[in-house]
C-alpha cells in the first residue's frame, strides 16, 4: 500500500521496494508519485551503457575546459579525438560536389541569380533542381515518413546494381543515420525480456545499449582474435545452445561487416555459412554494412552484401529474412552531422513493412537533408559530368589516405611492450590487445574502475588522446582492449603514433 | 515446450499461444524461432497507432497514384493535405535569412568566393562564420549529444528573457524536432506498465502511441469542448482518482499549450491551479509549447511558458520538475523537414540530466542543420541588421496570414449542418465536432471502420481533402470529430472551404 503524503519520504528512503508498491489505499486521499529522481527512473534506462561517449570523452572534455583556462597545465596543446568515427570533427573535408548541391536545394532563391553559374557546376545546378522538384516542399516540409519515394528507387537502383539482384524501393526505409534503422528493428522483432538477439562480442555498443532499453536479452558470440578476428559457425552454434539452455528465444542475429571495432571483413562462404545458420534455428539476419566503402583489401577480400550472397543461394533461402544497414556517416563521405541512413529489407512480407512503416511515421519522417545525401551517396557524379573528376580525386584521397593510415596505426600499435593488433581490413578502427601489468590492474581496482578504463584515463590524461576502454564493447574475460580510430589526418596521424608511444612507454615502466 | 522442426510449422499454426512456449526442449536438437510476420511483432508496436498518417492518408496517396494514371478519374484536380502541420508542404515560404545561413553552413567554399558578397546580405555572411567558427567540424560531424553548447547557451538566453527567469546552457537539451525529446523522457520516467502518464483528449497522438510503444499507461482527462476546450482541475483529479482506483501509479501530466488538435491557449491563473495539482501528486510536468508563437489573440489570452509561471510561484514550488519543449517545426517557421527542436529542463537534478545525456548519446547527436535553425530561431536578425526588415516582414505575413485562415475556416466549419467549432485561439488546427446521421453511423460499422473514420474517408475520396478522424486524437464516447489545419495558402483556403461545405452537404442529403 502506498503511504500518506506525510510518511511518504520516510518510507521511500527505507524501502527499496518502493516501486512496486501499490498506489491505492482506502484510507488515505492523496497519493504521491515517487519524487523524479535518478533512482525512480526507469531501470532499462538505468542499465544502458555507451561507452563510444562515456566516462573517458567526459574526462577529455573536462581536460579541455581546463586547458581554456590555463593553457599551460597539460603538455599537450590539443586533444585529439579517437573515440568515434567522426572524420569531419578531424578536419577530414566533404565531397564539395555533395555540399554544393545541398547549398542549393536549401536556398533555392540563388537558382534565380544569374552569379549562380559563375560559383556552380552546370551539374550541381541541375542536380538541386531535380531534387527541388521531386522533393515537395523542399527541405522544410515532413516528407513520406518511410522516405521520399524518388530518393528511395534511386537507393534501390543501387542496390540492384551492386548486388546483381532485383531490389525495389518499397523494401527501403531512409533514417536519421543508421542507429534508429537499428533501433526500430530490434523493437518490433523482440517480443519481451525472453526474447534475444545474438550480436559479435567485441561488438558497437549500439547494439548492447538498444537491447538494454528495450529489454531484451543480449546473446553473446565471440570472435576470434587470434584468427584476426574471425566469426566461425561453430562459436554461433556454441551461443544459441547456451541461450536456448538459458531459455532464450534467441530471434535474430547480428554481424557487423566489416566490423566495428575489429576492422575484419568476412568472406563470401563465410557469409553462406552464417545464412545457413539463420536458417537452420529460424533466425532474423540484421547484417550492419555501414563500412561497406571501407574494405582495404578489396583484391583479397572484396565486400559482398549480405543480401547478395542470400539471393545468390536460390529460392531455398528465402525464408531468411534480412535486414541490411547503411548510412552516410562512414564511407569516404563522414557526413555524421546531418544524420543521414537507410535500411532494406530482403524477405520480409508487406504486413511487417506496413508495421515498420507505421513506428517511422510517429517520429514523422528522416530529416530531409540526410536524406538527400544518401541519394547523392548512391548516385554520384558520373563520367563526363562536370564534377566527376574533382568528385573521384576527392573520393580516392581519402580512400588511399584512410588505408595507409590503417596500416601505419596498426603496425605501430603492434610495436608496443605487450600489446598486439589485428591490422583492420576494412571499417575506421584498429581494436588491440593490451597486456596490463598487475600493479596497473590493481590501481584501478582500488579506483573502483575496470583495468582497461584507468588505462584510457591515463591515456587521455597524459597523452591528449581519447581512446575507449575494449570493456565498453566487449572482450573475453581477463583480456584488454582499447579501440582507437585511425582518422586523423596523416599530418597528425604521426602525432597520434608518438604519443600513444611515448605514453604507453611510460604507463608500463609506472606500473612495472 | 518448443516442438521440433518438423512439427513446428503446424504447431504454431493451430496454437495461438506459441509465442510464449519455451524454447528448450532436452529432446531435440534445433529450436527454431518463430517466423518473423506480423503477428510475432512486439505486441507494443502492433498496438501503437499513428492517425495523423494513418489510413486516411494511406488512402490520399493511393487516389493520387490513380489520378497519375488517369487524370479525369477525380472531380478535383490535387489531394490537398490538411491532416498535418506541415506549412511548407503547402508552399510556405522558409525564412529567407535562415536559409542563407544554413547554404553558406553547407557549403564553406562559398564564403571563399569574392561573388559572394554580391549574393547574400553581410549579416547573413558573418552569422554563417560565427557557426562555422562554433560548431566543431561543421555540419558534418557529429556534435555533443546534448546538442552543441553554443547553441545551449543561446537558447538558454532566450528563455532568460523569455521568462525573465535565468535559464542555463546544461538545462537545454537538443532533439531531431520536439517528437524524440518527448519519446526520451516518456521512455525514461516510466519504469513499468503500472506507471501511468496524464494526458489531455483529444490529444496529439505522438503521446498514445509513445505509451503504447514504452508499455506505459496513458490516463485520459478530458477537455470541455463546451468551454472552448477548457482544461478544468476537477477533471483532472476526477481522471487521476480513477488511475489509482485501477492502480496504476501516476508519474506524469502532459500539457499542450496552445492546444493539439484543439487549438485553445491556457490562462496563467489555469497553468498555476495545474502546477499545484502536481505538486499535490508528486506529477512531472510536461509542457508541449510548440505552437508557442501560434497564438493569435494575445491581447486577451498571451502566452506564458510553464517553466515562467511555476518559477514565479516561488521555491513552495521548487519540487514540481518540469520538461518543456519547443521545435522548429511550427510558429512561423514551418522547418518541419529540417527536424530540430529543443528540450528544457526545470528543477530535474544533475544525475537524471546525466541519464538523459546517456540516452541521447546512443543515437549520438541530432542533425546539425536542425540545430542550427534552433539557434537563428532564437537569436533572429535584429534591429539595424541588413535582413532584419525582410525577416519582420516575412515573419508578420505568416503570422497575420495564419491568423486569418484560423478565423476563416472556424466560421466555415460552424456553418455546416450539425457541424460546432470551437475557432482556434492558437496552434494550426480545427477539431470541428460532427453530428453523423444514423445512417452514416450504420454505413461504417458495416464497413467494420469508426465512423469518423469513414466520413474521413469520402471527404478524401469526393473533395480530395485530407482531413483525420477525431478517433485518432480520443474523444468522448458518442462524440465524432475531424481534425483540419488551416495551412492551405490563402489563396487555396477558399478552395478548401468550398470543397468541405459541397461534400459535407452532399454527405448529409446522401445520409439522410
Redesign the interface.
Known amino acids: 500500500m502506498l503511504t500518506p503524503l506525510k510518511d511518504f519520504k520516510k518510507s521511500i528512503q527505507k524501502n527499496p521496494l518502493y516501486?512496486f508498491i501499490?498506489?491505492?489505499s482506502m484510507f488515505h486521499d492523496?497519493?504521491?508519485?515517487?519524487?523524479?529522481?535518478?533512482e525512480?527512473?526507469?531501470?532499462?534506462?538505468?542499465k544502458?551503457?555507451?561507452a563510444?561517449?562515456?566516462t573517458v570523452v567526459l574526462r577529455a572534455l573536462e581536460i579541455e575546459a581546463e586547458m581554456k583556462r590555463d593553457p599551460s597545465k597539460y603538455k599537450f596543446d590539443e586533444i585529439i579525438y579517437c573515440n568515434?568515427g567522426?572524420?569531419?570533427?578531424?578536419?577530414q573535408k566533404?565531397i564539395?560536389f555533395f555540399?554544393?548541391v545541398?547549398?542549393?536545394c536549401?536556398?533555392p532563391?540563388?537558382l534565380q541569380?544569374p552569379?549562380?553559374e559563375?560559383?556552380f557546376p552546370k551539374d550541381a545546378i541541375e542536380r538541386s533542381k531535380i531534387f527541388l522538384k521531386n522533393v515537395?516542399?523542399?527541405?522544410?516540409?515532413?516528407?513520406h515518413?518511410q522516405g521520399i519515394p524518388f530518393i528511395r528507387e534511386s537507393v534501390a537502383n543501387f542496390i540492384s546494381k551492386r548486388d546483381g539482384q532485383k531490389c525495389d524501393g518499397d523494401d527501403i526505409f531512409l533514417t536519421?543515420?543508421a542507429?534508429?534503422g537499428v533501433?526500430a528493428i530490434l523493437?518490433?522483432?523482440?517480443?519481451n525480456e525472453n526474447d534475444g538477439i545474438m550480436i559479435p562480442i567485441p561488438q558497437y555498443p549500439?547494439y548492447s545499449?538498444?537491447l538494454a532499453?528495450i529489454g531484451a536479452k543480449q546473446v553473446n558470440y565471440y570472435l576470434n582474435e587470434k584468427e584476426g578476428w574471425g566469426l566461425s559457425v561453430d562459436e554461433l552454434e556454441k551461443s544459441i545452445q547456451k541461450a536456448?539452455?538459458d531459455?532464450?528465444?534467441?530471434?535474430g542475429l547480428v554481424i557487423i561487416n566489416p566490423g566495428n571495432p575489429t576492422g575484419q571483413c568476412l568472406t563470401a562462404s563465410n557469409q553462406r555459412e552464417i545464412i545457413k545458420f539463420c536458417q537452420?534455428?529460424?533466425?532474423?539476419l540484421m547484417a550492419d554494412e555501414v563500412y561497406q566503402e571501407n574494405v582495404y583489401y578489396k583484391d583479397q577480400k572484396p565486400f559482398s552484401s549480405f543480401r547478395k550472397v542470400l539471393l545468390e543461394m536460390g529460392p531455398e533461402y528465402s525464408?531468411v529474412?534480412l535486414f541490411s544497414f547503411h548510412s552516410i556517416?562512414k564511407g569516404f563521405l563522414?557526413?555524421?552531422?546531418?544524420?543521414g541512413g537507410y535500411y532494406n529489407t530482403t524477405n520480409?512480407?508487406s504486413?511487417?513493412k506496413?508495421?515498420l512503416y507505421?513506428?517511422a511515421?510517429?517520429?514523422?519522417?528522416?530529416?530531409?537533408?540526410?536524406q538527400i545525401l544518401i541519394e547523392l551517396m548512391v548516385n554520384p557524379p558520373k563520367m563526363g559530368d562536370n564534377s566527376y573528376n574533382n568528385y573521384i580525386n576527392e573520393r580516392d584521397g581519402i580512400y588511399e589516405s584512410l588505408k595507409r593510415r590503417s596500416k601505419k596505426l596498426g603496425e605501430a600499435l603492434n610495436k608496443l611492450e605487450g600489446v598486439t593488433c589485428n591490422v583492420p581490413e576494412g571499417a575506421m578502427y584498429a581494436f588491440p590487445r593490451i597486456r596490463l601489468p598487475p600493479k596497473a590492474v590493481e590501481a584501478a581496482k582500488s579506483k573502483g574502475i575496470h583495468p582497461d578504463v584507468f588505462y584510457c584515463l591515463e591515456c587521455v590524461q597524459h597523452a591528449g588522446v581519447c581512446i575507449v576502454p575494449g570493456s565498453g564493447f566487449g572482450q573475453e574475460d581477463g583480456t584488454f582492449h582499447f579501440r582507437t580510430t585511425f582518422l586523423p589526418l596523416e599530418e597528425q596521424i604521426d602525432s597520434v603514433v608518438q604519443r600513444l608511444t611515448e605514453f604507453h612507454q611510460d604507463f608500463m615502466k609506472r606500473f612495472k
Open positions: 516501486k501499490s498506489p491505492v492523496i497519493f504521491k508519485a515517487p519524487p523524479l529522481s535518478v525512480t527512473l526507469s531501470s532499462k534506462v538505468l544502458t551503457e555507451y563510444v561517449r562515456g568515434i567522426n572524420p569531419q570533427q578531424l578536419k566533404p564539395s555540399r554544393m545541398l547549398a542549393l536549401e536556398y532563391d540563388l541569380n552569379e549562380v559563375k560559383i515537395v516542399g523542399g527541405m522544410g516540409a515532413y516528407s515518413s536519421d543515420g542507429s534508429p533501433q523493437r518490433s522483432i523482440t517480443r549500439l545499449a538498444s532499453m536456448h539452455k531459455n532464450v528465444v534467441v530471434r537452420k534455428y529460424g533466425l532474423i525464408s529474412p556517416s563522414g557526413e555524421c552531422g546531418q544524420r520480409i512480407d504486413a511487417v506496413h508495421q507505421k513506428m511515421s510517429v517520429s514523422l519522417c528522416p530529416n530531409v537533408a540526410g
